[in-house]
Nanobody, 124 residues
Framework: QVQLVESGGGLVQAGGSLRLSCATS????????MGWFRQAPGKERNFVAT????????SYADSVKGRFTISRDNAKNMVYLEMNSLKPEDTADYYC?????????????????WGQGTQVTVSS
């Protein structure tokens, strides 16, 4: 099992940047494919980005491609989401998730462990 704790959210102006962090504990993070999802108020939770165990493979939602970067530091048991050129429509609660399976996946039901989330608000 792995425990996940997100941090780094906050209020930022449009065009600004934030770096979200996901601290993991329990089983080593290198055992998991990791992902970031987000949920805006009144909307369903959506995929943002995912990264393979080694970090060699990543995938992004079209809405964040070119602006967000997912990365991981297995030695530190950390996962990150660098968010640049933020837009008001990026406003949401952001969740870190871990998947035990062999391949990266883009749907939330295929992830086994979740953090509590961190709020990101982008003002126009």
């Amino acid at each position: 099992q792995v425990q996940l704790v997100e941090s780094g959210g906050g209020l930022v102006q449009a065009g600004g940047s934030l770096r979200l962090s996901c601290a993991t504990s329990g089983r080593t993070v290198s055992s998991y494919i990791m992902g970031w999802f987000r949920q805006a108020p009144g909307k369903e939770r959506n995929f943002v980005a995912t990264i393979s165990r080694s970090g060699g493979q990543t995938s992004y939602a079209d809405s964040v491609k070119g602006r967000f970067t997912i990365s991981r530091d297995n030695a530190k048991n950390m996962v990150y989401l660098e968010m640049n050129s933020l837009k008001p429509e990026d406003t949401a609660d952001y969740y870190c998730a871990a998947r035990s399976g062999a391949f990266i996946r883009l749907t939330d039901y295929e992830y086994d462990y979740w953090g509590q989330g961190t709020q990101v608000t982008v003002s126009s």
